[in-house]
């Protein structure tokens, strides 16, 4: 198996992780424009702050590499410790995805969950089938299904959390 090399993204210009998420979700947001595009907007907002806030946010995400190719980022947020890791952002390229790269992600941030004593690691996604890949890694991974609940007024998708014990 290749191994990841992951970096800070600050080694990029801004602007880099919004153009990788836009790459990433090109096919779901042309799929309903109108659903998807005001997501565009906080995907610009995050790389904002990833490289306005390098100490927090920026030091909460890394960017992913294939030998000097750019593969993807994983982001999170430990403001829940000791309990409580979340599970931000993992985002592979297209043209790398089904190559366990996403699961290496995840890997190195549970890693760094343990390396602060973080308990358990959750991550929310959607039960939309564009993200049925994302829900079958995570369960791959050793995460459970907690809950489910609604994504604001939409009625057509909701949220689905999973958790893992650290311990």
Same mark, same amino acid.
């Given at each position: 198996?290749?191994?990841?090399?992951?970096?800070?993204?600050?080694?990029?210009?801004?602007?880099?992780?919004?153009?990788?998420?836009?790459?990433?979700?090109?096919?779901?947001?042309?799929?309903?424009?109108?659903?998807?595009?005001p +997501? =565009? *907007?906080?995907?610009?907002?995050?790389?904002?702050?990833?490289?306005?806030?390098?100490? $927090?946010?920026?030091?909460?995400? /890394?960017?992913?590499?294939?030998?000097?190719?750019?593969?993807?980022?994983?982001?999170f947020d430990?403001?829940q410790?000791?309990?409580?890791?979340?599970?931000?952002?993992?985002?592979?390229?297209?043209?790398?995805?089904?190559?366990?790269?996403?699961?290496?992600?995840?890997? +190195? =941030? *549970?890693?760094?969950?343990?390396?602060?004593?973080?308990?358990?690691?959750?991550?929310? $996604?959607?039960?939309?089938?564009? /993200?049925?890949?994302?829900r079958?890694?995570?369960?791959?991974?050793?995460?459970?299904?907690?809950?489910?609940?609604?994504?604001?007024?939409?009625?057509?998708?909701?949220?689905?959390?999973?958790?893992?014990?650290?311990?």
């Open positions: 198996m290749v191994r990841l090399k992951f970096s800070p993204p600050q080694v990029l210009e801004p602007g880099t992780i919004a153009s990788i998420l836009r790459c990433c979700y090109a096919r779901l947001v042309s799929s309903d424009p109108e659903l998807w595009n +997501e =565009i *907007l906080e995907w610009k907002q995050f790389d904002k702050d990833i490289y306005e806030n390098p100490e $927090t946010v920026g030091d909460s995400t /890394f960017l992913s590499w294939w030998g000097k190719r750019l593969v993807g980022f994983g982001s430990p403001r410790m000791p309990d409580v890791g979340i599970i931000g952002h993992n985002c592979i390229l297209p043209e790398f995805q089904g190559r366990g790269f996403g699961k290496q992600q995840i890997s +190195e =941030i *549970l890693r760094r969950f343990r390396t602060v004593g973080i308990a358990n690691a959750k991550v929310v $996604t959607l039960d939309h089938p564009f /993200f049925a890949p994302a079958a890694m995570y369960i791959a991974c050793g995460f459970q299904e907690e809950r489910r609940y609604p994504w604001g007024t939409n009625l057509q998708y909701g949220f689905i959390e999973y958790k893992k014990s650290l311990g």
